[in-house]
């Protein structure tokens, strides 16, 4: 698996169908079309970018090392192994493992201060005045833990290998990179704790699945529909789900959080209406809560429809 | 003299000598009942008795109140400076201390005590005073320390770093779109722009006991601490038969009260209901406290509620009313920063939640509801918090050129509940 | 808050939105000039094809046959720059306004009558705007377009501020105005929403956005798909042939659905009577948009990059101030807005029974105050005794309740007799806010940080220096 699917365990570690197809491995594409999503496909300028930008990073490498980091390196060095002491290395198809899952990576490119080391990322988003989208941060945080944690498990010595990352970006508008140091200590504590729950107990779906074979396996696996949902390659097949079912959920997690056990939506109206016996106290909550609001809606349409 | 008062005289020697040196800041880092409000008083009394004019700077007209009538106890000549609005609390020393809403009227005050706010607009004609403390400087935003800065010429910083940090009103993304970070602490605002200044540790807590201050100190704080009091120092006697959450909380300082994992709305009934019984049953339980002082009985001022949000509040304080309990103190965890009490019965931030939010993650606001007790602290909460913290997506935004948060709010939610499942009821 | 879950619920059952105002709370012009448009993938600086102007009718649509050319670029963002320059010159105008200046003299100031607005479909266009101000005052050729850069650098420091109405997105609006039933992120989408507010006839709201997501993306960002197979073709025959027309027919077509959700939003928010305080927020508008004027024509308007220093702070400061005051203003614009207080138990809404003008309360002092009590029959209040609520600059404190009244006593605002005309009479339906008269701190802050906030040293370190003048292309 690559680095962006196992991060993608940390997206939401709550839905058991997300994990189940992260786990099991299904190819992105046969999932895609079995939903019916739009193939995530790359503009081909953000790629023809992304490649140019990657080239030109790479020749000022030295120079950021210097900068962020006080080494000195001539130049990226190639190396076949995780390497030690100062200096700046490229590691092509390194054999990483996290756990007993193999990570597919075509290079890792690696900074070392002397005494430890630390990965260098290089993406193609806009740094702009010194800020960059805070979601596309967080996705290469994400992903930068899952690095760490595999270099880590490589290393002699797991400390051998720092959180601090040189994360590497395009300056405002043009294609001069600059470079920053992002510390990804919070998102691997996340990853070690959901890579150690990640167990038997797991869902599989079978690799082999294909079109309405595997949208009926996804439908036995419950999932948990919330505000994140959007970014998940399941996400169409989902929406459908909870709109057939009814689901509160289908309008985000504020309501699933304020609806709790009620999970269909006319149930929590017939609650908020009085057209439901609250079954135990936690219904009477709601309905108290919602049967407010309910009120408050009514009467103020009507005190909207007075001249103010 | 014990190891551990040993260890905190040192600490204030040291913040002493830093004080009178050269230093132009000084931080002291203190931990939940380590004294500070007896430094802010000691370090006052030396500055007074050296022939300075002290100013204190705090956040809160509760935390200016409680310090003014320690000051003025102490025998110092103590000036409260104060809102329009204020009001002088019970049991104020209205002979021993002046009040006024402008510097002019405080004359011949040797100490002169105000909220930030009120310092702020305060006309002091370029007047600098040689040395200012700010006490509770990690609950003081910069944008705060901005406006109060220019009138010290040097400041000693005292606060707990586990504290809620400053927040805004303000849509976060708009705040960040700012080069610098005006909700940085007091504390941290110093410290970035002079790196050289001291940072001493208070290294005891005397407010928690010894069975509590290791939950605290491992969930919450990056620099360790311990508690002063000895086991048997403390005990909370409870004389007619309580709930077990008492009577457990009674005996190890710790209870945690599960009620049945539900998704709730955030005024969960059952919960006010189970906070207003036990506030009740403490009240009328013939409890009594005792402390190396001796005993006395437990009074409803010696309690707390503490809650998370404002609705909480008013819910637990009407059930209360409906009880005829009064005099118990009922607040959220904002409000309760900086205050001690004997007894807090706690509403865990993250009860009854289907999806855990940053909001409620957040390390300070645990950390201040669980670290306000003397003897004892009930956290009550639905079952199902764990599942709420492995939910939780690692999908906080992530800004450019700001470190990651020393103690991670879902961390220490994890740490804190493991180390409280042994007192669970 | 539960208004919300309620109206998300009923949405979500009807399949279709449902209000969440019943008045406009944003300034709606006249004349407001509309862009949409889309940037080459990952390049906000490169425009592929942008769509303008103020008549739905009459859109302009600029092409750029090969974005990453600069010459070819700035032609085209010349020409956005001199339409807008002849949008905003329509807003010159000026009255008098008297304003009480410094001690109690009447100073005469005078104001723009009117102020250009920019509507664009939603958030990623109008910070793709900002960006595209920056880039244009970045570069040192035409100052036709550094005055667009400038005046692009207006809308952007009034877009983040809460009640501002000079940039309106498409999105926000219809949100601000309307609930859905679909997630908080999907709002986002303005073809979705729109679907959900105004889903075509015999269409419900899950069908119409299905279809809503199968049309181009509003942009900035357009399709990967189209890019592949429409976009490179057609640049590739303009960058041969010189010919454009078929980039500007496969650009019209893609842009047209965002040019006319984009319009469509604006004539549904104009069908709501324009909330009390909306009039009072556009002058703070006008007022800034006349200093803007009077910088650029004067030639001292200066942007720097991210706000820092003091200037940070001010700004901080007046966030939190309009924060406060938008969501105040429009509760009591608008019921349905009050509502949501009403829904979490903060306001109260009721009718008078009983009053006590006479009633007067002991002062600290010993003295006897005025303070009359008012009841009120409600339903299901659940505050304690202490509560503090407002009727206009009335204030309130609840001195007890039951089941069904509430029982309040006058602390404020109507204490002497003179003032008794405010109190509701007997049988008055009455809304009490959790809010009272607006009130304006001074952001008092100082000319210059002070020491604790300022650096010891003030040279930053040699490594961490950006070359100076450095535009960053």
Redesign the interface.
Known sequence: MDPRRIAGLLDAPGCRRRLAVDVSGIEPAVLAAAVGAAEGGQSPYARERDGTFAQLALARLPELAARHLGVRAEAVVETDELPSGAGLWSWRAPKLRLGDTDLTVDRVLLVGDGTRLHPIETRSYACLDGQADPTKVAGTARELAVTVAALRQAADEPDQVSSACLLVLPRNFGLNPVGTTLDVAPQLRRLRWVLDRLNAGTDRISAALEGPELVGALGRVPARFGDGCPSCAVYPYCRGDAEQSGAAARAGATVANLCGPVGLAADALALAHGDRVPGDETEHAIATELSRAALAYTQAKTRSQEPS | MSEAARRHEAAIEQVWDRVRGTDRAVVVDSPPGAGKSTLVRELTKRLVAAGEHVPVVVQTNDQADDLVIALAAAGLRTGRLHGTEWAPPPRWPRDRVRTGTKLGELGGCDVIVGTAAKWAYVKADDRVWPLGIIDESYQMSAAALVRVGHLFDRLLLVGDPGQLAPFTVADEHSVRSLATWPLDTAAGTVLRHHPDTPVIPLPVSWRLAPHTAPVISDAFYTRPFRAGADAQDRRLDLHTLAHPALSQAAETGWALLELPAAHVPRTDPALVSVLADLTHQLVTADASTVDPSGGRPLTSADIAVGVVHRDQKAQVEAALQRLGVTGVTVDTANRLQGRQYEVVLAWHPLSGRRDASAFHLEAGRLCVLASRHRQACVVVTRAGITDQLHAYPAAEPVWLGTDPPQVDGWEANRVFLDRLAPFRV | M????????????RRRAV?AA??AHRHLSQRPWVLVGYH??????APVAIRYGSFRGQPKLLVVAEPRDRDQRFAALGALARDLATYVSRYTETEPVVRVGNGRDLDVDHCCTDAPQLVVPNEATAHWLD?LG??LR?LDVDPVLQTAGAHLGWFASRR?L?GSSAVLTATDLLATHWR???????DGHLGRLLAWVEPPAGQDA?TAAAAAEQRPPAGPA?D??W??MTL?PALERAKQLGDVRRLKLAAAEVLDQAWRDTWTALDLVALLPPG?HTAQRWESDRWSWTRHRERVTAGTIRFG??????P??R???E??TR??ALERQMAL????V???W?????AV?GTVIKRDLEHTATS?RGSALLRPLLWLRT??F????G?ELWLGKVGLTVRASTVDTVELMVTSGAVTRPKFNLLPECDAEV?LAPFGPQQYFPD???EE????????RLAAPA??AEPAG????
């Open positions: 539960s208004l919300d879950v309620y109206q998300r619920l009923l949405a979500l059952q209000p019943s008045r080459l993938a990952g390049e906000p600086s960006l920056q880039y970045t983040h809460p859905t039933g679909q997630l908080p992120t999907e899950w357009s990967p798909e890019d592949l490179r009390g990059g991210r706000l820092s220093d003091v940070a702070f700004f901080l400061h966030l939190e924060t406060v614009d608008d019921p349905l009050m509502a949501r009403l829904a979490t138990g903060e809404a600290a339903q299901g659940d505050r304690p005794a509560t809304v008092n802050l100082p940080l002070p020491w604790p906030a300022r650096p010891t490594g961490d450095d535009t960053g292309e």
